[in-house]
């Protein structure tokens, strides 16, 4: 039964992102490749399995129920390290515990309950300490961390392995804000060391960072937009050359002559001046086809544009949200999109009639999970657990050095597992 809709995700392009941001950022930093809110919407297992063939050296989720879906879809890499970076919640912790995650420590109390378990169940467990440097929405308050630290060390199965942080202008991290952030976070970091902790990973860059901030590289990164071929600023599109591996399609269902005067859709919001010629295509709210297109806003032109856009949306005269492209050209949205399907002007285009493809712009990350991704490139057979590994996945020996160079402690080595050749 073909779909209304799909997604074409091209591996090969996600897997070049990571290789091309490695370029800029060295071989020797470990990478988090982060695949949260099922990795953008691309699909977590399939990221997962590309970022870690391509050299990833760990996964980072948002909450313990996405570490614990893609545990078991990763045994080709033994046990990769997954890092939860959102709050430790009681009922969450066995979870955690049993898929062998590692926990972010936001409070005192999270660190003991997660000891307490882990005691409990006779398991070691290693765990990150998400520090608040300025984002003031997460992580533990800096005054707390030294205590924290000085907490676990009357603890016998929990190891704080990890300390980290999060830029608040994610977006311009070579800012004066951002480098305040980082100098809180390395004083954090020296302090700890003066008092005789050493976590062996010290990470606080995202992609922006690790492009524009060599100083923030540390002893790890997380990468998320990059992987995805978006650029998180401006100023990295001279630094890495990027492919868009996402492509949401459809086709047109039906084609509609509009009469001067006469409207389509709900409320008559587009009421036609001329006549209209008027494809209708079957997607709609339903399907996270409500967004704005995800744009840059890295030149004045761009800001200016996001201004109108709102002051629009004030008096309620925006354009519809979403974007269209037929035959690489874009096509206005007519009227507001409905629950299911929504009208777009083909006025001019004869070449347009049922059955053509159209493909739509919208933010990723809401496209409806029911809507087919399908995977395309060489790295796609990845995704047949039962074939081979893919060409160029690291050795075990790389990974073995890369720990000792970082000073990973022997236990978090072994957890990882590359694919034999």
Known sequence: MKPTSWVEIDLDAVSHNLRAARQVIGDIVPVFAVVKADAYGHGARAIALTALAAGAYGLAVSTVSEGVELRPRLRRFGTPPILVMGPLLPENVDDALENELTPSLWSLEEAQLLEDRARRRGQMVAAHVFVDTGMGTMGLPPHLVP?????????????????????????????????????????????????????????????????????????????????????????????????????????????????????????RDFVATRPVRAAILPVGLADGFMVAAVRPMSTLRHLGRALALDILRFFGRAPSAGQVLIGGQPVPVLGRVAMQTCAVDVSGRPDVRPGTEAQLLARRASVAPWVPRLYAGNMARFLALDGPGPAGAPARVRIRRLAARHQVPPRMARRWRAPKA
């Not at 976590?199 to 606080?204: E, K």
């Not at 922006?208 to 998180?232: C, K, Q, T």
């Open 147 to 267: 205590e924290i630290f000085h907490q676990a060390q009357g603890f016998e199965h929990t190891v704080l392995e990890g300390l980290y942080s999060h830029f608040a202008t994610a977006f311009a991290p070579d800012g004066p804000f951002a480098r305040q952030q980082l100098a809180l976070f390395l004083r954090i970091r020296d302090q700890l060391r003066q008092a005789g902790f050493q976590p062996p990973l010290c990470h606080m860059a995202n992609s922006a960072a690790a492009l524009l901030m060599p100083e923030a590289r540390l002893d790890a990164v997380r990468l998320g937009n990059i992987l995805y071929g978006e650029h998180p600023s401006g100023a990295t599109r001279s630094l890495v050359e990027l492919r868009n591996p996402w492509a949401w399609k459809t086709t047109v269902v039906s084609i509609r002559n509009v009469p001067s005067g006469g409207s389509l859709g709900y409320g």
